[in-house]
């Protein structure tokens, strides 16, 4: 959501997303608002990233916090697809800028919720000990 919601002020209107909600940013303090202090890539790689940050948890759930070989590409696939989009943008095989920004929030944004397991499970195996 807070990705989607980056969005509404700070890209084109040729975006899908933003044809749902474009009555919304005509009319709101968002469009009116001076965003010029906004770095580059909280407007252009975050959403990206939060998009894959909340895949990831999502799989990771779904499998109840656990990796396996059967369910690692399920896990992985997020930034899988993010990597082929941005290799796929190298290319111009699809539309878009490259971006090494990109890349490094994918990777980020990966690591945190693995991390999160990594230490949910050593705290678990300290508290059974």
Do not use: C
């Amino acid at each position: 959501m807070i990705g989607g919601l980056l969005y509404v002020p700070f890209r084109t209107g040729n975006i899908i997303f933003l044809k749902y909600f474009g009555d919304f940013y005509q009319h709101s303090f968002i469009k009116k608002a001076d965003w010029q202090f906004m770095p580059d890539w909280i407007i252009y790689s975050l959403p990206d990233a939060l998009w894959i940050l909340s895949f990831t948890y999502l799989m990771l759930s779904i499998w109840d916090f656990k990796v396996t070989k059967e369910n690692s590409f399920w896990i992985f696939i997020a930034l899988i697809v993010g990597i082929g989009y941005e290799i796929g943008q190298t290319t111009d095989f699809i539309s878009g800028t490259f971006d090494y920004m990109d890349l490094v929030l994918m990777l980020i944004a990966t690591g945190i919720p693995l991390t999160h397991l990594s230490l949910n499970q050593k705290k678990m195996l300290y508290v059974k000990n």
